[in-house]
Each structure stands twice: as C-alpha cells, then as structure tokens.
C-alpha cells in the first residue's frame, strides 16, 4: 500500500497569509494526487484533482504543484473560511491512502 | 446537481452488523465507482474500498476483508456498505464518495455516524 504523509500536521496563520502544505508518497504516484479541505462535521471537499488542477468553484487563491512522490498545496492570502483541515489522497492505487491531515488554526 | 444522500445514525452492541445506504442522483449511478471512506473521532480519513455499480466488481482494503460487504441497486441508484463483527473502534463516520476511474473522490455524501456501544 502507498504511505502518504503530510506535514506539517497542524499550522497557525493568519488572515491574509500565504500557506504551504506538503504531502509526500512512498512510492512515485505521478500526478495522481488529490487535495481536499474538511470542516468541522462536514464531509470533505475537493480542492485539487491531478495535482494541479482546480476543482470547479474552488477560488483562485488555492493551489497545487509536484508530481512522482513531492507535492505541495499552497493558499495565498488565506481568508477567514480557509481555517480547516487539509487532507492529501493518492488516486494511483487502491487503496486510495489519505494523508493524516493538516489543521489550518487562526494565530 | 449531483447528489449523495445517506441513511441516518445508527446505534450497535458489539459483535453485530450494520448496513448504511447511499442513495445517488443527478447523474448515471453505473458511470461511476463509489467508495466508502470512514472516520473516527478526531482521526483521519480511512479508505474502506469500492464498487462498480456497472459490473458489481468491488475491492476492499485489506484491514476490512472478510466484515465488510459492498452491494449496490441499480433499480433505485443506491449503494450500501455493511460492516460485520461491529467493536468499539468502528465508532466512526462512514461516508460514500464517487470517483470515474482513478479520479478524485468529487462528490461525498453527508456521512453516517455508526457508535458501537454495550
């Protein structure tokens, strides 16, 4: 099974900062990485599909890079809805392995 | 517009079963995998495994094999999930979530959460 791993696991910020989550693979994985931001008691919502491309609707100031094991999420000038917690996925293999998750926390 | 809707919360002892649905809309049922993911109290995400409702071909993860069943209906467009042998660390949020073939998981269902107590 491919191992995904994120850091940090959790970050502070604050509004109007530019972030960077990074998610790493076990094995190379191409560019089949996913990014998905979760609320509290709400089900996760895709951000990133392919590594780099933005999911209908998702604003602007979400973005995503890398390819093989290294990837990146990066939020640029976060607002105030942003403060959740981010989850990496690989969609290479089954089974489809999550990163631990990244908590976005105001400072 | 896409949607997934699940079945209620659910309450279980130890050692029973319990079987969530997912009920799907606004697109073709067969035209795509749905996948079961879960998530414990204050964990992460945890991929439980899959079935194509086209060719009723599913794959679970190795952790779930031989308690966990996929099924689907294709006359209604919807999916279940049943855990078997239930314990107290199957306390979770269990949700569904379309992908097409090595896609995204891009719609999710409300989430269903199952406690498993004496």
């Known amino acids: 099974d491919i191992q995904m791993t994120q850091s940090p696991s959790s970050l502070s910020a604050s509004v109007g900062d530019r972030v960077t989550i990074t998610c790493r693979a076990s094995?190379?994985?191409?560019?089949?990485l996913n990014w998905y931001q979760q609320k509290l008691g709400k089900a996760p919502k895709l951000l990133i599909y392919?590594?780099?491309s933005l999911q209908s609707g998702v604003p602007s100031r979400f973005s995503g890079s890398g390819s093989g094991t290294d990837f990146t999420l990066t939020i640029s000038n976060l607002q105030p809805e942003d403060f959740a917690t981010y989850y990496c996925?690989?969609?290479?293999?089954?089974?489809?392995?999550f990163g631990q998750g990244t908590k976005l926390e105001i400072k | 517009q896409v949607h997934l809707v699940q079945s209620g919360a659910e309450v279980k002892k130890p050692g029973a079963s319990v079987k969530v649905s997912c009920k799907a809309s606004?697109?073709?049922?067969?035209?795509?995998?749905m996948y079961w993911v879960r998530q414990a109290p204050g964990q992460g995400l945890e991929c439980m495994g899959w079935?194509?409702?086209?060719?009723?071909?599913?794959k679970y993860a190795q952790k779930f094999q031989g308690r966990v069943t996929m099924t689907r209906d294709t006359s209604t467009s919807t999916a279940y999930m049943e855990l078997s042998r239930l314990r107290s660390d199957d306390t979770a949020v269990y949700y569904c979530?379309?992908?097409?073939?090595?896609?995204?998981?891009?719609?999710w269902g409300q989430g269903t959460l199952v406690t498993v107590s004496s």
């Open positions: 079935i194509n409702p086209n060719s009723d071909v599913t």
């Open positions: 392919a590594a780099s």
């Open positions: 996925q690989q969609s290479y293999s089954t089974p489809r392995s």
């Open positions: 979530a379309r992908a097409a073939a090595a896609g995204p998981f891009d719609f």
């Open positions: 606004g697109y073709t049922f067969t035209g795509y995998y």
């Open positions: 094995q190379s994985i191409s560019s089949y």
